[in-house]
């Protein structure tokens, strides 16, 4: 890109023909401080925060691939804004761990052209969705997740992760309700609907493991980061209601904190990270 960062990136494009969205958005890191916390080690932000953005790059890659095939057109628009959400989570978080890493590397470096293995986000992001009951299953439990989360970085000693986090929030929070109001209409509607609603759910859950296991990075950075075990009260109580309203079980198989990425990221990768590749370098 030709701007310094991904905030500037946001709001720079009055004279830009090629900008699709509009011009005129506020910047949700203006005059925000961008100078790392007292005794923060650079490495272990910048990794925490490629934690919490490729969650949602990789998220938001996978609801793109919904949009034309949700079962209504209201449904395409929304799941193609609550990628256009995440993905502007993500810009933001690659940006900073960018910045805190000091290795010259921006958001396009770090979302196109990092290997698997360097790749951070939980297993949950990744998997295929069969039919639209799992992938309201996964929305459904990421959501919960994630806004707790946000919830509490917006509390951040590093300014920006606050700042993010607060930003996330009011997004979220549209998430979750989306989420969970297609569960409940799925949940308790048609035998065929109930089944397929609670197949994904059964799909999902050996996935919530990792969301709650701590993490080492997180640990070493006691008032930035959150303690993933702190959420698991919250993520249950707001599960627990849906699931109520939405005549579904809670599913019964152990969830698993196995760490690790699984054979559908290369698949992932390589339709997300293919023209930048072909093309180094290359302006679009």
Not at 31 to 48: N, S, W
Request: with cysteine; glycine share 8%; hydrophobic share 45%.
């Amino acid at each position: 890109m030709s701007f310094d960062d991904a905030y500037q990136a946001l709001t720079d494009h009055d004279d830009d023909a090629r900008w699709a969205y509009g011009t005129g958005f506020a910047d949700p890191l203006a005059g925000v401080p961008t100078e790392l916390p007292e005794g923060v080690d650079a490495a272990d932000l910048a990794a925490y925060c490629l934690m919490l953005g490729d969650d949602a790059l990789i998220l938001s890659h996978r609801l793109q691939q919904w949009v034309t095939r949700a079962p209504e057109l209201e449904d395409e628009m929304a799941i193609a804004n609550i990628a256009l959400d995440l993905l502007g989570q993500a810009r933001l978080l690659l940006t900073r761990a960018g910045e805190a890493e000091g290795a010259g590397r921006g958001e396009d470096d770090l979302a196109y052209l990092r290997e698997a293995a360097e790749f951070r986000h939980v297993r949950l992001v990744e998997r295929q969705d069969e039919h639209f009951g799992h992938l309201i299953a996964r929305l459904l439990v990421f959501s919960v997740w994630r806004l707790a989360l946000l919830d509490r970085l917006s509390a951040s000693r590093d300014p920006v992760l606050a700042a993010i986090g607060a930003k996330g929030v009011k997004e979220v929070a549209y998430h979750r309700e989306y989420a969970a109001g297609w569960a409940v209409r799925l949940g308790d509607g048609t035998p065929l609907s109930h089944e397929r609603m609670q197949a994904g759910l059964d799909a999902v859950w050996p996935l919530i493991g990792e969301l709650f296991e701590p993490h080492e990075v997180e640990q070493r950075l006691p008032g930035v980061a959150i303690d993933r075990a702190s959420l698991r009260s919250e993520f249950d109580a707001v599960i627990a209601q849906v699931l109520e309203a939405a005549t579904l079980d809670r599913p019964t198989s152990a969830p698993s904190s196995e760490r690790g990425h699984g054979p559908e990221l290369a698949e992932i990768l390589a339709e997300m990270q293919g023209l930048a590749r072909a093309t180094p370098g290359g302006v679009w």
